[in-house]
């Protein structure tokens, strides 16, 4: 069983699809019995195996994932906000958590005239370039913001924050101010803008961005609806954790 956590442990984002090859170097494992467990995982739905011979995570584990019941809880709670923020802007609304030191997205609502960008449900990117990627760091103990900064900060276009410095300063901007902008960080002539969902403890649990058409006031312009809906999210769900 180890040795199949260890294949599935081999994709991340910047690994999404492998060859049989690739997957032994990262894992170790010698080709049959890695050809082996990737047949069995293969065939139980936690990878498909695409026509080039790669492969990818199947939806199969994000089935499993979504049963928790707090992240089914926080989804449920969320989505109502979300459409109606959706409904406001017509771009892409994000809902994410926390996992490994990475932003994993568990709800997204977008449209046709939403600003394409590379996320997906149960996709998983760098905390650093995304908005909500920054909420979560800046929220995040200091030992994880440490690791992440030590870790080396990829560049995914020419306004990326890579120097740890900077990302310092701004995640103490976040902290002050409650919301994270990112302007074309990740995707060109994307901005997102980000605001922190908190629980009954007033711990931040999850984060709700906004991803649109970069223009010059666009940020200014889409602060007030996020903050609103990650402040109507949070407060659902704190009555729901505690109804008393």
């Known amino acids: 069983m180890s040795k199949a956590f260890a294949i599935l442990g081999a994709f991340s984002p910047d690994r999404p699809r492998l060859r049989l090859v690739e997957i032994c170097r990262v894992t170790g494992l010698k080709a049959a019995t890695a050809h082996r467990l990737l047949a069995e995982l293969v065939e139980w739905g936690a990878l498909d195996k695409l026509e080039d011979g790669r492969y990818r995570v199947g939806m199969r584990l994000w089935e499993i994932g979504s049963l928790s019941p707090r992240s089914r809880t926080l989804r449920e709670i969320a989505r109502p906000f979300m459409q109606d923020l959706y409904e406001a802007t017509r771009e892409n609304v994000h809902l994410a958590v926390l996992r490994d030191a990475q932003v994993l997205y568990v709800e997204k609502f977008f449209g046709r005239r939403s600003i394409r960008v590379p996320t997906h449900i149960g ?4 905390l650093h370039p995304t908005g909500a990627g920054k909420v979560l760091l800046a929220f995040a103990p200091p030992a994880l913001q440490e690791r992440v900064m030590r870790a080396g900060l990829r560049r995914f276009t020419p306004n990326t924050i890579i120097r ?81």
């Not at 666009?218 to 602060?223: E, G, I, L």
Request: hydrophobic share 40%.
């Open 164 to 244: 740890p410095g900077t990302l310092g300063r701004v995640l103490g901007d976040v902290r002050r101010t409650g919301i994270a902008t990112c302007v074309e960080e990740l995707t060109p002539g994307a901005v997102s803008v980000a605001a922190p969902i908190l629980d009954s403890r007033r711990r931040t649990v999850a984060a709700l961005s906004l991803v649109v058409h970069s223009s010059p006031d666009t940020a200014d312009r889409m602060r007030p609806a996020v903050r609103t809906a990650a402040a109507g999210i949070s407060r659902a769900l704190a009555e729901a954790e505690d109804p008393y």
């Open 123 to 126: 996709e998983r990117l760098p």
